[in-house]
């Protein structure tokens, strides 16, 4: 039983190589003076491969078996998110950009043939279990309904990409327990837009069909997913150093199109691109746009 309670060793050479490993596969920054986090995220997975500790972790990274990285990136990512975070995005959103979009697509419908390249295309960096996407999705929704817009549902469609694999899978069900469901939603959206399983809410069809989820590592180049008229990127850029939040910036600042809008976390920045992009204030929302 002592012998159960008794944290592995983790020696400082050890550390170091694990830091520098997440660094380079994930990106993720772990500051030197949080080795308890290395030890308290990674513990559980050292025990599900069945390895002796740090040390045979460190061997291992060399030729890593089958899953070992997708689950470290699992155990050291943070998932934090809830629906309508911050509020103030989807405030502006549904206020300002709404309209913006509508009349994107109405120019876009007047010059093409097709309705489908009229579509406008919103990206949702890093949306973890899904609740940044749907939260657009309702208010997308709720503007088309009755369609005195003059758009509708089919007019938009929403990316949405994370590298933890658990978070997707639970994003694509679109599965939240008690808790999730309450944080940011109300009774009449609950009911408008989830049914209830056993102790979770499911989100219905009429979402998810213009969701579409995706394993996406922001490290690696993401230029072939094509254009966007809208992209938010909300607390990720965080978790990097300055190098990565600046490619991922730059790549990003390739994908937006020339009319459309990026929304950051609130105590992100484009962290030194101010050539690239121009900011706006509405509310207590900075909208970046293309000079
Ligand atoms: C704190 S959540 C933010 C969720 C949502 N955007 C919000 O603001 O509520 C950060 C997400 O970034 C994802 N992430 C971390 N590193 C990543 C990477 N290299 N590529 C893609 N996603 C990453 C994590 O898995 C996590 O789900």
């Known amino acids: 039983m002592i012998e159960e309670l008794k944290s592995m060793e983790l020696s400082k050479e050890e550390f170091i190589k694990l830091r520098d490993y997440i660094h380079k596969t994930i990106g993720v920054l772990v500051d030197n003076d949080k080795e308890y986090l290395i030890k308290q995220r990674l513990e559980p997975v050292i025990k599900s491969f069945n390895l002796s500790g740090f040390s045979e972790l460190c061997d291992v990274l060399k030729f890593p078996p089958i899953?070992?990285?997708?689950?470290?990136?699992?155990?050291?990512?943070?998932?934090?998110?809830s629906f309508f975070r911050d509020k103030g995005p989807f405030d502006v959103f549904n206020k300002v950009l709404l309209s913006d979009l509508t009349k994107l697509i109405n120019e876009r419908k007047s010059k093409l043939f097709s309705r489908k390249g009229a579509k406008v295309k919103i990206w949702c960096v890093a949306s973890s279990t899904g609740q940044e996407p749907y939260s657009l999705a309702m208010l997308i929704n709720e503007y088309c309904?009755?369609?005195?817009?003059g758009v509708s549902l089919e007019d938009f469609s929403i990316l949405a990409t994370d590298i933890n694999t658990t978070v997707l899978a639970q994003a694509i069900k679109g599965k939240y327990n008690a808790i999730e469901i309450n944080r940011g939603l109300d009774a009449y959206?609950?009911?408008?837009?989830?049914?209830?399983?056993n102790n979770d809410w499911i989100?219905?069809?009429?979402?998810?069909?213009?969701?579409?989820?995706?394993?996406?590592?922001?490290?690696?180049?993401?230029?072939?997913?094509?254009?966007?008229?809208?992209?938010?990127?909300r607390n990720v850029l965080i978790y990097f150093d300055d190098k990565t939040k600046i490619k991922i910036l730059e790549e990003i600042y390739q994908l937006l199109s020339a009319?459309?809008?990026?929304?950051?976390?609130?105590?992100?920045?484009?962290?030194?691109?101010?050539?690239?992009?121009?900011?706006?204030?509405?509310?207590?929302t900075l909208l970046y746009k293309k000079h």
């Open 67 to 81: 899953g070992l990285i997708e689950q470290i990136t699992i155990a050291i990512t943070t998932n934090e998110t």
């Open 145 to 149: 309904e009755n369609n005195i817009n």
């Open 189 to 197: 959206r609950i009911e408008k837009y989830f049914r209830q399983e």
């Open 203 to 233: 989100v219905n069809e009429k979402l998810q069909s213009i969701v579409e989820f995706r394993r996406l590592n922001l490290t690696n180049s993401f230029l072939s997913l094509g254009g966007f008229d809208l992209i938010l990127c």
């Open 259 to 284: 009319e459309g809008a990026l929304i950051l976390g609130s105590s992100e920045n484009v962290y030194g691109l101010n050539e690239k992009f121009k900011s706006q204030h509405i509310e207590k």
